[in-house]
């Protein structure tokens, strides 16, 4: 399981009420924030399904970019972004060398 970040706008007095409430349960914000998420979804028998997970999971996972080996099999590609700059030795080339 991966950790998503969720972003939450709000007026200074619903702030201080959330800062208040996670306080009085000796929680951060963030922790006090996962706790009402969670609860209220098991008060209300909210769940999530194995393949709904997982589906949502290769959604992310697929980037659209292929690469096939010799045979023409496709393969993982793991050159893409910064992962291929990782096995890519620099190369010191001398251009004021006449030799």
Same mark, same amino acid.
């Given at each position: 399981? +991966?950790?998503? +970040?969720?972003?939450?706008?709000?007026?200074?007095?619903?702030?201080?009420?959330?800062?208040?409430?996670?306080?009085? @349960?000796?929680?951060?914000? $963030?922790?006090?924030?996962?706790?009402?998420? $969670? +609860?209220?979804?098991?008060?209300? @028998?909210? %769940?999530?399904?194995?393949?709904?997970? %997982?589906?949502?999971?290769?959604?992310?996972?697929?980037?659209?970019?292929?690469?096939?080996?010799?045979?023409?099999?496709?393969?993982? @590609?793991? +050159?893409?972004?910064?992962?291929?700059?990782?096995?890519?030795? %620099?190369?010191?080339?001398?251009?004021? @060398? $006449?030799?």
């Amino acid at each position: 399981m +991966s950790i998503k +970040s969720i972003y939450i706008r709000c007026d200074e007095k619903t702030f201080k009420l959330a800062k208040k409430l996670a306080q009085s @349960n000796e929680r951060s914000v $963030n922790k006090q924030m996962v706790h009402l998420i $969670n +609860s209220t979804a098991r008060d209300q @028998n909210i %769940k999530i399904d194995e393949v709904e997970t %997982k589906e949502s999971q290769k959604e992310l996972q697929q980037h659209g970019l292929h690469s096939w080996d010799a045979n023409g099999s496709e393969v993982e @590609n793991d +050159s893409i972004g910064l992962k291929g700059l990782v096995g890519i030795p %620099k190369l010191d080339v001398d251009h004021t @060398n $006449n030799d």
